[in-house]
């Protein structure tokens, strides 16, 4: 299957600073990606779609200034933390689609887990 | 809306046990139904699909079989192993969604030797 890769795994910052973090798709062009954040416990929540050369798009309450997003290339969507704070802390995960006819599965990368102090 | 139910867990389970996690859904037009697995402190993986009502899809073990008449995609494994251990999401898509998934609550499965 098509695979997905995230970068990094882990990070660990403090309050105030900024962290981005990596999506690829490593087999595939990927005209469309998804990031999703999942709490402890629960299901996975949109966040936005991220389309290769063009502005994301944000779920309803998710803040474009706080989540910067970034869709480069066709294989790389980065998503940028900005001014992280505590309750910022989560598991994010990033998602794609291969360009096939029909085609709705999504892969999905591995997760990052971000820990704000 | 488009949305997904799946049965509340943590469900628990002897080896070689019988699995069934419900998963029934609402949605317009036609949509694809997945199982997605998350082990411990991983993402995502795709357990199964279908794509068109009556589509059975079967991965590892496990199978699904989408129907229209009940809306559901109940998943279901005749002889659980303790590597099934996980959380397990059902999820839609349509193309009106323009690719979102939309995701049930998930069900932890823990499977005792």
Known sequence: GAVVSQHPSWVICKSGTSVKIECRSLDFQATTMFWYRQFPKQSLMLMATSNEGSKATYEQGVEKDKFLINHASLTLSTLTVTSAHPEDSSFYICSASPPLAGSVTQYFGPGTRLLVL | ?113
């Open chain 2, 1 to 113: 809306g488009d949305s997904v139910t799946q049965m509340e867990g943590p469900v628990t389970l002897s080896e070689e046990a019988c699995l069934t996690i419900n998963c029934t859904y609402t949605a317009t037009g036609y949509p694809s139904l997945f199982w997605y697995v998350q082990y411990p402190g991983e993402g995502l993986q795709l357990l199964l699909k279908a794509t068109k009502a009556d589509d059975k899809g079967s991965n590892k073990g496990f199978e699904a079989t989408y129907r229209k008449e009940t809306t559901s995609f109940h998943l279901e494994k005749g002889s659980v192993q303790v590597s099934d251990s996980a959380v397990y999401f059902c999820a839609l898509t349509s193309y009106n969604q323009g690719g979102k998934l939309i995701f049930g609550q998930g069900t932890e499965l823990s499977v005792k030797p």
